[in-house]
């Protein structure tokens, strides 16, 4: 079994890995859109891939919630480093989760008010 540190390490890289081709994949497909209108990015964002599932939506929701997750693990890293008192360090831990999931559950709820309205 790892410890705590090695599973946050592994971790932290394995969401680095998983957004390596998301922002590659994400850039490409802004730059071909570029200057598209609002009705054509909609229509791109909601394009059916396999089995008929919004592939786009799917892909970019993904994106979002590695990169918040990611972004949760590096905070919580400097917290760690660097807040030496226990109970600011735990208040600031909690004020990342709540940050980290904010910030992910705006972008997916963002992504899906899109595709319904």
Known sequence: MSSNATQHFVLQRFTAMIQIPLVVWLVISLL?????????????????????LPLTAIL???????????MHLGMNDIIDDYIHKKGTRGLLHTVNILFALGMAGAGLLSIISILIV
């Open 32 to 52: 071909r859109h570029a200057g598209d209108s609002r009705a054509d990015m909609v229509a791109w964002l909601g394009r059916p891939g396999l089995l008929g």
């Open 60 to 70: 970019l929701g993904l994106f979002l919630v590695s990169v918040g997750y990611h």
